[in-house]
């Protein structure tokens, strides 16, 4: 049953609005997602939830009243706050009424198999903006990847932007994060080919082979894709520029590369 | 020379502070540009300038030194405030110390024309985060685009959000608003075909021919391009998804498209 809550000191409340924080996430291993959209692609992907939150205000719609009797028959807590207080900890500016509080994924790196056929692979290399980050989640998802791994100079997966971003395709496909070592490992341990994206590179991106498996190397917005990256990379590519602008947006980069390489790999089977 | 202001209450500090506002900008036909980067660009551009603030804190860099002395020739009258009046009036959460009032474009979409070679136009339907349609302002630029139109219920081109997001690319090729009909009539007297990308459409993008000149429609992120482009579309366009996103942020989707076409007419030639 949903129980009502309406002091801003009662400890799940307390739970939601740490979680605001990168250092409470980490120390807890939750995280918070908001919104119908995400908590229903979180329920369908079989998440461990902690709690539920709802805003009193919406919890007659028909949407969330669904959600919440999903949360109810998988045993979770349902609480009820006013509005009020739902906007205080809500991380949106036009909330929806609905929050959840989930366990982060626990995969590893080491943990990811290959999945038949031609496996598509993308690494993030220190990018910093967390919709950059959660933008190529999704599109890395539409792309058909296997999986996208993150760099520790990355932006949190599990800060509110980066998981908005996704729109739910972080649970969709494994998504994990590593060193730069424990990355270059799993491409050589699976041999793996990798591409390096990059202003300065020497090949257009339309001239590689991307049908065969492979990954590909994004780098942080300003710097670009890290040295060790590009020393062991089998090709760095570009993307040429037609125009004036002297670079693109890494999101839009990444977006136009991994669209070549479903191009290559015959994407318009898919319709 | 530079003058020092000291107060909150002095009118340029008040124009700029008003121009955060789409209200003021409209009434005064000005708009503000912040950063080293987007400042120069707006010099290289000729734009006509009305007044340019450094923080006192960053006067002395090369830089900005070498921006002012630019104002300096032009007339342009320099005025320079302390670091914590600067960092009221910026946009931005860790402001470079420069910011410039410009004089908004005055072109009109009938006032352009139509370049040699297969042209490329970007019409953008009602796209409501400034991110997006500064960042498809950028990618349209790279991919060689005769210019961007943006219909009425776009995100306002002269927000902060949106020129940053434009990287300086507003200033390199053709931005104008219009009314969807103006759009229509556009593309008819040029006869220039349009091609609307939507989750709903029956061709691939790849499968379209986009070497010859056309326009593409990108939509606003929840309801997609309007009724009336679509009607009269030469074509419908889909991104084909193969993974399990229900769709691809409007920004990744343009670059996706854009870069498609400048594949076609032979990118990797202008390596």
Redesign the interface.
Known sequence: MTRQILSSENPHIKLVASLRQKKHRDETGFFVVEGVRLVQEAITSACQFELAVISEEEAGGLRIQQLIDKFEESGCPVIAAPAVLFRKISDTATPQGILAVLKQRSERLADLSTPEGSSLWVILDAIQDP?NVG?II????????AGVILTEGCADLYAGKTTR?T???LF??PVVKSSVGECLSFCKDKALPFYVAGVDAAH?Y??ANLKEPCAIVFGNEGSGVGEEFSRFSSMNL????????????V??????IL??A??Q?G??L??
């Open positions: 919709g933008t999704r599109t890395a998802d539409a792309a058909g990847a971003a729109m739910g395709s969709h496909i257009s339309t001239d570009k993307i040429p520029i037609v125009g004036r602008a002297e670079s693109l947006n999101a839009s980069a990444a977006a136009i669209f070549e479903a191009r790999r994407i318009s898919s319709l």
